[in-house]
Nanobody
Framework: QVQLVESGGGLVQAGGSLRLSCAAS????????MGWFRQAPGKEREFVAA????????YYADSVKGRFTISGDNAKTTVYLQMNSLKPEDTAVYYC??????????????????WGQGTQVTVSS
C-alpha cells in the first residue's frame, strides 16, 4: 500500500505560479513512477507530468511543457510540480499518482496503482 497526499493548491491569477507537493508513505520502495494528473469539471482526467525514480526521466503533457516542472527525491517520499505561467485552463483538481512497475504508457491514468485525493488549483483571469 502507498498513501499519497497532495498539497499546495490554491487560487492564483493568470501568469502566476504555484508549487504542488505530493507526500508518499507506506510501501514507497515499490513505486517506479510518480506523476500528476488533473481533472476539470466535466472533463476527463488528463496526464500532466511524471517522473521515474530510478532513471530520473520526466514526461510532460504538451499543454504544460515549458511551464511546469516535475521533480522528486530519491527516497520516493515526495514529488513536486512547479507550475509557472499559469493559465485559466489550468484550473482543475490536481491528483498525485504512483505506479509500481515500468510501463510504456506512462501518460495513461489506468496505468497507475495509487492515487491521492487531489488538491484544487484555480487560476483566475
Amino acid at each position: 500500500q502507498v498513501q499519497l497526499v497532495e498539497s499546495g493548491g490554491g487560487l492564483v491569477q493568470a501568469g502566476g505560479s504555484l508549487r504542488l507537493s505530493c507526500a508518499a508513505s507506506g510501501r514507497t520502495f515499490s513505486t517506479y513512477y510518480m506523476g500528476w494528473f488533473r481533472q476539470a469539471p466535466g472533463k476527463e482526467r488528463e496526464f500532466v507530468a511524471a517522473v521515474s525514480w530510478s532513471a530520473g526521466d520526466t514526461y510532460y503533457a504538451d499543454s504544460v511543457k515549458g511551464r511546469f516542472t516535475i521533480s522528486g527525491d530519491n527516497a520516493k517520499t515526495t514529488v513536486y510540480l512547479q507550475m509557472n505561467s499559469l493559465k485559466p485552463e489550468d484550473t482543475a483538481v490536481y491528483y498525485c499518482a504512483a505506479r509500481d512497475y515500468y510501463t510504456d504508457n506512462v501518460k495513461m491514468s489506468y496505468e497507475y496503482d495509487y492515487w491521492g485525493q487531489g488538491t484544487q488549483v484555480t487560476v483566475s483571469s
